[in-house]
């Protein structure tokens, strides 16, 4: 047993223990109601790709790393339910590329935004050396006229690599429009967020994150032609197709 009162060999063990975290995290103020009909949508997509890690998947998450790996200020953006599902995943993400974490919520409140920095803090990020962000919000996203412009000037205000994962929304094609690269977790492959990414991962963000991570570790020595030649070959439209073919094909094999 672990921190749900379900064995792990249990057919539905993984999706149960994701709706575990999201509904905990809606007890605890960090995930908003919304999140769990985010977590629903999410979870439909999940069932009809196997709940596994597709190989275009696998290919996105070696791209991502390799870009995180080559990128002056990378930041992962964290929203109320990326801090629900992977807490101390993204703190180990962060720690591998020395990367920042940003808190940024479509859902802003001041007690969500210090629940969420608290909740990270208390999943290590000190002790990993990893930093919070978004709580100062002194700068903004062009374009965007609700809550997700509001962005800390040397966080996402200052990145050149951003990881957006779970919002299907205006702000990936605001921040590209910025210049930014973004590396996009979201498991609908038709989602406005994965289309603009730069790397779409149409994964689950438990699976992703820590596959991320493990692909990060086993490139950190690669040489920035080898990383390059990496993101280069990695194509965003075809790791797209891949997924939705898998979805709509119904083949669970
Ligand atoms: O915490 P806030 O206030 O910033 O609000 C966050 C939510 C998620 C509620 C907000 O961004 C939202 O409403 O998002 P959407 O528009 O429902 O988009 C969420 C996307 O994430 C959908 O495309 C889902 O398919 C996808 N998704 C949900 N769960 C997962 C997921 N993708 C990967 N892994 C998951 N576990």
Redesign the pocket.
């Known amino acids: 047993m672990s921190e749900i009162d379900v064995p792990e060999s249990h057919p539905r063990y993984q999706s149960l223990l994701?709706r575990h975290r999201i509904e905990a995290g809606v007890e605890k103020g960090i995930?908003?109601k919304?999140?769990l009909?985010?977590?629903g949508?999410?979870?439909a997509?999940?069932y009809l790709l196997g709940e596994r890690t597709i190989d275009s998947a696998d290919r996105a998450e070696r791209a991502a790393a390799a870009l995180l790996l080559l990128a002056e200020r990378p930041v992962l953006s964290v929203?109320?339910?990326v801090a629900a599902?992977v807490p101390g995943e993204m703190i180990d993400l962060a720690a591998a590329v020395d990367a920042d974490i940003e808190v940024?919520?479509?859902?802003?409140t001041e007690e969500?935004m210090d629940a969420i920095a608290a909740h990270l803090r208390e999943h290590g990020a000190e002790e990993a050396g990893v930093q919070i962000k978004g709580l100062t919000a002194d700068a903004r996203i062009p374009g965007l006229d609700h809550e997700?412009a509001k962005v800390d000037a040397d966080g996402i205000g200052a990145a050149d690599v951003v990881l957006v994962?779970?919002?299907?929304?205006d702000r990936a094609e605001a921040l590209a429009a910025m210049g930014k690269s973004e590396i996009v977790?979201?498991?609908?492959p038709l989602?406005r967020s994965a289309r603009a990414a730069a790397v779409p991962i149409i994964?689950?963000?438990?699976r992703?994150v820590p596959n991320v991570t493990a692909h990060a570790r086993e490139l950190r020595g690669a040489s920035r032609e080898e990383l390059e030649a990496i993101v280069g070959e990695f194509v965003g439209a075809e790791a797209l197709e891949a997924a939705e073919t898998t979805i709509r094909s119904g083949d669970l094999d």
């Open positions: 994701t995930t908003s919304q999140g009909i985010a977590e949508r999410g979870e997509f999940d929203n109320g339910n599902l940024n919520l479509f859902n802003r969500r997700r994962p779970l919002e299907d929304g977790i979201d498991l609908n989602s994964d689950n963000i438990i992703a």
